[in-house]
């Protein structure tokens, strides 16, 4: 391997190699790529218990914290995809959040993927995080991650 700038083979590759580590976060509101398009989370917000009694099949997260994320997907021209919740990833002070799979669960107001219209779609991914534990980030496949600030 031969020198890069005056750099030697061995400095030039840690350089590269630095560049790849740590991961940065995209504030609330802002866009990251997806696909042809792009992902946006536009809020988190904290719920209740009450906020999602109609639901039914959620024993696995009894006694945590329910929370909403709301976003907006542009397919960029692309095929419209759906979202399924096994590509949403939370994290929290206490660990790994659970996003909730919405469909055959109840009808309410988050309600996964909307309609999709001229390419564009808003939806809702439900999480719960253990009690007490502090939202820090979210993100979907390789979109992300989003930065949490939940009080």
């Known amino acids: 391997m031969g020198e890069i700038d005056g750099f030697g083979a061995t400095t030039a ?5 630095a560049g790849c580590g740590g991961t940065s976060t995209i504030a609330i509101g802002e ?7 792009t992902l946006t989370v536009t809020a988190v917000e904290e719920m209740s218990a009450a906020d999602i009694s109609m639901l039914t099949g959620l ?8 929370y909403f994320v709301r976003y907006e997907v542009d397919f960029g021209g692309g095929e419209d995809s759906t979202m399924p919740a096994v590509n949403w990833k939370g994290r929290s002070s ?11 669960i109840g009808e309410f107001e ?20 253990e009690p007490d534990a502090t939202v820090e980030s979210v993100n979907y496949g390789g979109s992300g991650p989003w930065a949490i600030n939940v009080d």
Do not use: I, K, W
């Open 31 to 37: 866009s990251d790529d997806f696909g042809d398009g």
């Open 13 to 17: 590759t840690l350089m590269l190699l």
């Open 94 to 104: 206490a660990g790994t959040m659970t996003p909730v799979n919405l469909y055959g």
């Open 110 to 129: 988050c309600s996964g993927r909307g309609e999709v219209e001229n390419g564009v779609a808003t939806g809702c991914q439900l999480f719960f995080a």
């Open 59 to 66: 024993d696995e997260v009894d006694g945590q914290t329910p």
